[in-house]
Each structure stands twice: as C-alpha cells, then as structure tokens.
C-alpha cells in the first residue's frame, strides 16, 4: 500500500483519519446508498426494506479497512464477503451499477487525489471479486 502523502501528515496518522474519518465514511456510504435506492436493478440485490442497516454495516466495514474503529468484526466477525454476498447474483452488470453508484458517491467527495485513488482501487478491485455469477438476470 502507498503512503500518505507528506504535506500535514505525521507519519502514524492512519488513511482512515487522512481521509477524514467517521464523518467522511459516513457521507460516502449515505450517498452511495441513495444511489443505490434510485437504482432499481442494484436496489433488488438488497433484500432489507430498510436500507439503514445494510448502510451501517458497510460504513463500519469501510472504517475498519481503512483504519479506523473495528466496530465491524467486534459486532459481526470475520467479514467474509463473498460468503456474506453469495445467496445474491452478483452479475457483471450489478458490479457495473455498484461501481456507477459509488463512484457518483466519491465524486462528491474532497480527498487528496493519492487516497481517492486509493479507494477508487479498491472498490474497483472488491467490486469484480464480488462477481459470482455471469448469468443475467
């Protein structure tokens, strides 16, 4: 993993706190989310009438990757995506739409172009290992 960049950053500062922390993870997944109900294709992979809980689940899971408190494995354990995921197809077109929704949700977003990248990679990178199926819908 690359580096904080040096301007302003001790070198222990964490990139959940560089990319500002619970109030960041906490309007990146909230957006996201809208993006999500306003989507119905990507909506139907989210079982819940109530989006609210699946929105917690992924902030705690986003701040503990990045840093920050380990809320999500003191509460849920391990977090096992693809196994938490594989009751849901998760097609190449769903990964299209996520990556649609959390991109529009970063773009909202002000963070040092290193750590977007950063992010942006990795939601790229999760969001195809997610794929468990090339069966349409």
Do not use: C
Not at 25 to 46: E, Q, W
Not at 55 to 70: D, I, V
């Amino acid at each position: 993993m690359s580096q904080l960049p040096d301007d302003d950053q001790s070198p222990s500062t964490s990139r959940y706190d560089a990319m500002g922390g619970h109030a960041f993870f906490t309007r990146l997944v909230h957006n996201f989310y809208l993006g999500v109900a306003a989507d119905p294709a990507l909506r139907a992979i989210y079982p819940e009438d109530d989006l609210a809980p699946a929105e917690q689940r992924f902030r705690m899971f986003l701040e503990q990757y990045w840093g920050g408190p380990t809320t999500y494995s003191e509460r849920r354990g391990h977090p096992r995506l693809r196994m938490r995921h594989a009751p849901f197809k998760v097609t190449p077109a769903a990964k299209d739409s996520w990556l649609r929704a959390m991109r529009a949700a970063l773009d909202q977003e002000s963070l040092a172009p290193d750590l977007e990248q950063q992010l942006w990679d990795y939601f790229e990178h999760a969001a195809q290992f997610m794929v468990n199926t090339f069966e349409e819908v």
